[in-house]
């Protein structure tokens, strides 16, 4: 599933290990000022994402799942996110470098050559 979207347009993200990912990214500008934490690969799939675009999906993001709320009430956690909380740390980091993958086009296979 890709969520990367022309300029202008805004991807629905329901994933919370792309967020997290997409978040990363944008963190990773601010990289300088925090020098010991080492949270973003070199390259990801979002690094060539405008940071106001990347914003603009992360609030989309934030909003659907309503975290970051506070709220008189206590309202339920979306399925996705009581899935995500519940999952062990180490599987929730494999996801996040998942999301963090350069999408790898497939070779072009040709039918006709033995090779």
């Known amino acids: 599933m890709s969520e990367r979207v022309s300029r202008g347009q805004i991807g629905v993200i329901r994933n919370p ?9 944008w963190l990773a500008d601010w990289k300088a000022t925090i020098p010991a934490v ?23 993001f934030r909003d659907w799942a309503g975290i970051s709320v ?9 399925m996705e996110i009581e899935q995500w909380e519940t999952m062990p740390v180490a599987e929730q ?11 790898v086009e497939e070779e072009r296979v040709n039918p006709r050559s033995p090779w």
Request: proline share 8%.
């Open 17 to 25: 290990a792309v967020a997290i990912a997409m978040a990363k990214c």
């Open 70 to 78: 506070i709220e008189l009430e206590e309202s339920p956690l979306r």
């Open 93 to 103: 980091t494999r996801l996040i470098q998942k999301a963090f993958a350069l999408p």
């Open 38 to 60: 080492d949270f973003h690969p070199d390259t990801c799939a979002y690094c060539d994402t405008p940071r106001d675009l990347l914003m603009k999906q992360l609030e989309e």
